[in-house]
């Protein structure tokens, strides 16, 4: 959970995929699901030791503030795993010897 800076009372949710951002009101939580398929997310250097987050959909858009740390969690969270070469059909044919040839 990365705490929300600008209200005390935000939460940010990080997932893999994305990103819940929740918040109270009136008779429960005003949540916000940020899928990276529909999504946009920002993160920038703000100040300092302060960096910058904004995350966006077609219906709402959210900032946040935060340490190196946090942007970096929150980034490994919402980017999509890399594939490894040489695993079992994802191997790089520039880089193997068959490539070569």
């Known amino acids: 959970?990365?705490?929300?800076?600008?209200?005390?009372?935000?939460?940010?949710?990080?997932?893999?995929?994305?990103l819940i951002m929740r918040r109270p009101?009136?008779?429960?939580?005003?949540?916000?699901?940020f899928d990276r398929?529909?999504?946009v997310l920002i993160v920038y250097r703000f100040?300092?030791?302060?960096?910058?987050l904004c995350v966006a959909d077609s219906d709402a858009c959210e900032i946040d503030i935060g340490t190196r740390e946090e942007m970096e969690f929150v980034l490994r969270a919402f980017a999509p795993r890399?594939?490894?070469?040489?695993?079992?059909?994802?191997?790089?044919?520039a880089r193997s010897r068959?490539?070569?040839?």
Do not use: H
């Open 82 to 93: 890399p594939a490894r070469y040489g695993s079992a059909g994802n191997s790089d044919p």
């Open 25 to 33: 009101k009136k008779g429960g939580w005003d949540v916000r699901v």
């Open 47 to 52: 100040w300092r030791t302060q960096w910058g």
């Open 37 to 39: 398929r529909r999504s």
């Open 1 to 18: 959970m990365i705490p929300g800076r600008f209200e005390c009372r935000r939460q940010w949710l990080a997932v893999p995929g994305g």
């Open 98 to 101: 068959r490539g070569w040839r």
